[in-house]
């Protein structure tokens, strides 16, 4: 009984893999067809997680917390609103408030990492003093200074050194990292469709 129970899903993983793969290379409409049955699983899952989340935090609002209820009346105000918006209601609810409320607050928390990872730095190079704690420091000041409205030819100066920085070491870092997460998803996906990685069997 246990080695049926671990064949069925380890022959759907390697089918669904190699009909993914063939979909991919050869036969486009099978593709298609897998991505639109991916699609729909995602949205169950997405529907199933925000019941899940609506019963957890309940059960904390009648302990009292304060953070879960306004958690749940964000959440119903966004359902509510992306329903009266969709039967003509009101129109244009959850752009409003995803302009208003959501985007301040995404740009208010990009500000302060910002200067956490200056701060963060700096606490770096009092414990351990080395020259990759300085140079990641020297490397943040002369991006904010870059980003920051100098006079003359000092605004010029530091936005071709912050420009330079980005285009030369960010965007080949990025591109190192991207990379390794192709190569590492690969791999992955070669393990499973030989049956020696089975991750839905934890």
């Given at each position: 009984?246990s080695?049926?129970r671990?064949?069925?899903?380890?022959?759907l993983a390697?089918?669904?893999?190699?009909?993914?793969?063939i979909?991919?290379?050869?036969?486009p409409?099978?593709a298609?067809?897998?991505?639109?049955w991916?699609?729909?699983?995602?949205?169950?899952a997405?529907l199933?997680?925000?019941?899940?989340l609506l019963?957890?935090?309940t059960?904390?609002?009648l302990?009292?917390n304060a953070y879960?209820s306004a958690?749940?009346?964000s959440?119903l105000?966004m359902i509510?609103l992306?329903v009266?918006?969709?039967v003509?209601v009101?129109e244009?609810?959850?752009?409003?408030?995803f302009?208003y409320?959501q985007?301040?607050?995404e740009a208010?928390?990009?500000?302060?990492?910002?200067?956490?990872?200056?701060?963060?730095?700096?606490?770096?190079?009092q414990k351990?003093?080395?020259?990759?704690?300085l140079?990641?420091i020297v490397?943040v000041?002369l991006?904010?200074l870059?980003?920051?409205?100098?006079?003359?030819?000092?605004s010029d100066l530091?936005?071709?050194?912050?420009?330079?920085?980005?285009?030369?070491?960010?965007?080949?870092?990025i591109?190192g990292i991207?990379?390794?997460i192709?190569?590492g998803?690969?791999?992955?996906?070669?393990?499973?469709l030989m049956?020696?990685?089975r991750?839905?069997d934890?």
């Amino acid at each position: 009984m246990s080695q049926i129970r671990n064949f069925v899903p380890l022959t759907l993983a390697i089918l669904f893999g190699v009909l993914a793969l063939i979909g991919l290379l050869l036969l486009p409409p099978i593709a298609r067809l897998l991505t639109s049955w991916v699609s729909f699983l995602s949205a169950i899952a997405l529907l199933i997680g925000i019941l899940n989340l609506l019963n957890v935090h309940t059960r904390r609002i009648l302990k009292g917390n304060a953070y879960s209820s306004a958690l749940v009346v964000s959440l119903l105000a966004m359902i509510l609103l992306g329903v009266t918006d969709w039967v003509g209601v009101t129109e244009g609810g959850v752009s409003t408030l995803f302009e208003y409320v959501q985007a301040p607050l995404e740009a208010a928390v990009a500000s302060m990492l910002a200067f956490f990872l200056l701060f963060s730095g700096a606490r770096v190079l009092q414990k351990r003093k080395s020259w990759w704690a300085l140079l990641f420091i020297v490397s943040v000041i002369l991006f904010l200074l870059g980003k920051t409205p100098l006079p003359g030819f000092l605004s010029d100066l530091f936005i071709g050194v912050s420009d330079f920085l980005t285009m030369v070491f960010v965007s080949s870092g990025i591109r190192g990292i991207l990379i390794g997460i192709a190569l590492g998803a690969m791999i992955v996906t070669l393990r499973v469709l030989m049956g020696t990685d089975r991750p839905y069997d934890r």
